[in-house]
């Protein structure tokens, strides 16, 4: 065999060879990137997957169930496109009508394209945590938005109405029954705080999600939960 001849081949690389390389490297990188855009699209699907309380929606927001125990459970959400606003007063139930009439409007029709969007579930309410008595505090609401708009959103109509892109994240959750009115959310969220701290788990402690899966006509088997999501490492609750 000719080594001489063999290097020369070697080292030969036509311009025709750099297209081709380039050119499947690119498809490469097409295929890795539209494969992590249908597993984002994948975190919001059909309601009967989850769980059996979402029910009252065609999607929810899906997720991995990392550890549970009586006093909360940890759960794996990837990152999801929310449509929020904000409304400040000092009573919660007072903003959040205010923040929900507007996020309808745009779910009806009020955007750009004119599109009617699906509902989805879980409503979620971000609360600022130590709220003074008698203060006003400004409540965000958001809605999730459906797997055929999480890349492609219409802009809002409304300027204080907008698009919001949620992180990757694992949060502490705590579930309860009956109406999520401030008091008794209060007291849930409370009771997480606590039970975290017991297993010196740490988490952000500059607010919380209120988190609603069902709509005001629902009367029974109602589903609400406290959020706080987690910093570092998830610690998991004691083994029942």
Known sequence: MDTGSARGTAHHITPHHRTVFFSKMNCLVGAVVLLLSITAEARVGNSSEPTSYCTETKEC?????ICEGKEY???HYEAAKWVSTEAES????FAIMRAFRKLFKYITGENEAGAKIDMTAPVLTKVKEEIPWMDTSVYVLSFLLPSAYQNHAPQPNDSSVYLMDMPDMNVYVKSYGGWMVSPISKMYSDQLKEALDKAQATYD?????DVGYN???KLTNRHNEVWYVVKGKP??????
Request: aromatic share 16%.
């Open 73 to 75: 459970e940890v759960r």
């Open 205 to 209: 402690t500059d607010y919380h999600y």
């Open 61 to 65: 927001l899906l997720f991995d169930l």
């Open 235 to 240: 610690v998991c609750p004691p083994a029942e």
């Open 215 to 217: 709509s005001p006509m």
């Open 90 to 93: 000092i009573f919660k139930e």
